[in-house]
Antibody, heavy 117, light 106 residues
Framework: EVQLVESGGGLVKPGGSLRLSCAAS????????MNWVRQAPGKGLEWVSS????????YYADSVKGRFTISRDNAKNSLYLQMNSLRAEDTAVYYC??????????WGQGTLVTVSS | IQLTQSPSSLSASVGDRVTITCRAS??????LAWYQQKPGKAPKLLIY???TLQSGVPSRFSGSGSGTDFTLTISSLQPEDFATYYC?????????FGGGTKVEIK
């Protein structure tokens, strides 16, 4: 069974940093691209970042470019999102999602990041 | 690429046929997916490649379209279908989502 479990969310002050993790199991993690998608409270979905299976290709939304860094450790079956210079508008539930044939077919349950003083 | 979903919300009754549209600001071939999200839950993939039903998804859901205009249809709305639906384009980066359509009970 495919499982994606996010962790690392919490309360952080504006300008602060946080590192999210996503632990994957039930599939060959190293064979799949992975994504982060976020959802601000009461709002719609926003794609944040993608990383290819071997980390060769990385993409970011303009809203996070230069502040967030996606990475992965295939030996640990883990996906990461390093978030720096956090702003109030980064407050959201962050989901990791597996990508298969250009579709996000499995999603984690999400981790809440709150940026507030 | 911007995705415009319509309507943003709708009220319908059990058994109704429901149609949601998603329009892309430029052509995206068939690289469009539809997701269902219930409150407090992660999105669930319903349809990919514009018209391919994800395994395990009931056949009352269907998708159509290519290029810039796409449709998600629920042929006979069931109680468990009341949720918010999102389209997403996977033709190019950034991988944008539509604004969502909330399907409520009439």
């Amino acid at each position: 069974e495919v499982q994606l479990v996010e962790s690392g969310g919490g309360l952080v002050k504006p300008g602060g940093s946080l590192r999210l993790s996503c632990a994957a199991s039930g599939f060959t993690f190293s064979s799949y691209s992975m994504n982060w998608v976020r959802q601000a409270p009461g709002k719609g979905l926003e794609w944040v970042s993608s990383i290819s299976s071997s980390s060769s290709y990385i993409y970011y939304a303009d809203s996070v470019k230069g502040r967030f860094t996606i990475s992965r450790d295939n030996a640990k079956n883990s996906l990461y999102l390093q978030m720096n210079s956090l702003r109030a508008e980064d407050t959201a539930v962050y989901y990791c999602a597996r990508e298969f044939r250009q579709v996000l077919d499995y999603w984690g349950q999400g981790t809440l990041v709150t940026v507030s003083s | 690429i911007q995705l415009t979903q319509s309507p943003s919300s709708l009220s319908a009754s059990v058994g109704d046929r429901v149609t949601i549209t998603c329009r892309a600001s430029q052509g995206i071939s068939s690289y469009l997916a539809w997701y269902q999200q219930k409150p407090g839950k992660a999105p669930k993939l319903l349809i990919y490649a514009a018209s391919t039903l994800q395994s395990g998804v009931p056949s009352r859901f269907s998708g159509s379209g290519s290029g810039t205009d796409f449709t998600l249809t629920i042929s006979s709305l069931q109680p468990e279908d009341f949720a918010t639906y999102y389209c997403q384009q996977l033709n190019s980066y950034p991988r944008t989502f539509g604004g969502g359509t909330k399907v409520e009970i009439k």
